[in-house]
C-alpha cells in the first residue's frame, strides 16, 4: 500500500513564524503537490514538484514555498505565517501521469 | 479556474441514484474523481480519459464528454458508504509537466438508511 505521511496532525502557530511543513512517500513517486482546503473552495494546489530539486507554483502559491531536496520527501515552508493561512493542508503524491494521487491524512494549521 | 461542481450537497436514501456533475471552461484532457470521508484524506475512486470513456467502481460510474468540458459521476443504488464529499479534479489539454489536476469545490452527499 502506499503511504503518505505528514509530520503533524495539528499545529498552532503564531502570526510572523516560520512554519514547515513536511511530507514523505514511500513509493518511489516522482510527482509530490501540496495543496490547502477551505470549505467550500474544495482542494486548491499550493506548488508540485515533479522531480528532485524541481518545482511549479500551483494557483494560490502567493505566501509559501517548497523544498525537495529527496524524491520522498517534499516541504512547504510558511516564510511568515498570517491568519489567512490558517487552513487544512494536504500532500499527495503519484507516479507520472495519468496515475492517481495518493494523499496524506493532513495537517490542521491554526495561526493566532 | 477551478472546475464547478453541482449540486453542492445531496441527501438520499438508501438505494437511491444521484449525479454530480463536473463542468470545466477549460479544453480537458482527463477528469479525476476522489472521495473524502469526514476527517478522512481523500481516495482516488477512477480517472477518465478524453474519448468519452465510462468508467466504473463499485456501483459507481462516471463519464466525461471532451465537447461539453463535463464529467458526470453517477450513484447508483446508493449504500451508506457512499457518503462524503466528492471532487472532480480535471487536468488540462495543454499540460504543464507532471499531472497537475485543478479540483472543484466539492459536493458533499449524504445517504440516509
Known amino acids: 500500500d502506499v503511504k503518505v505521511t505528514q509530520s503533524s496532525r495539528y499545529l498552532v502557530k503564531r502570526t510572523g513564524e516560520k512554519v514547515f511543513l513536511e511530507c514523505v512517500q514511500d513509493m518511489d513517486h516522482e510527482n509530490m503537490f501540496w495543496y490547502r482546503q477551505d470549505p467550500g473552495l474544495g482542494l486548491r494546489l499550493i506548488y508540485f514538484s515533479y522531480d528532485v530539486k524541481m518545482k511549479e507554483k500551483g494557483d494560490i502559491p502567493e505566501g509559501y514555498s517548497v523544498s525537495r531536496e529527496k524524491k520522498e520527501r517534499f516541504s512547504l515552508i510558511l516564510e511568515s505565517a498570517s491568519t489567512n493561512q490558517t487552513s487544512m493542508y494536504l500532500c499527495a503524491s503519484s507516479l507520472a501521469p495519468p496515475y492517481e494521487q495518493y494523499f496524506g491524512p493532513g495537517t490542521r494549521l491554526t495561526v493566532t | 479556474q477551478q472546475p464547478v461542481q453541482s449540486p453542492q450537497a445531496v441527501i438520499l436514501r438508501e438505494g437511491e441514484d444521484a449525479v454530480i456533475n463536473c463542468s470545466s471552461s477549460?479544453?480537458?484532457?482527463?477528469v479525476h474523481w476522489y472521495r473524502q470521508k469526514h476527517g478522512e484524506a481523500p481516495v482516488f475512486l477512477m480517472i477518465?480519459?478524453?474519448?468519452?470513456e465510462q468508467k466504473g467502481h463499485e456501483k459507481i460510474s462516471a463519464s466525461f464528454n471532451e465537447k461539453k468540458q463535463q464529467s458526470s459521476l453517477y450513484l447508483t443504488a446508493s449504500q451508506l458508504s457512499y457518503s462524503g464529499t466528492y471532487f472532480c479534479?480535471?487536468?488540462?489539454?495543454?499540460?504543464?509537466?507532471?499531472?497537475?489536476?485543478?479540483f472543484g469545490g466539492g459536493t458533499r452527499v449524504l445517504v440516509k438508511p
Open positions: 477518465l480519459l478524453k474519448g468519452g
Open positions: 477549460k479544453a480537458l484532457y482527463s
Open positions: 479534479g480535471t487536468e488540462n489539454m495543454i499540460k504543464a509537466a507532471g499531472n497537475k489536476l485543478t
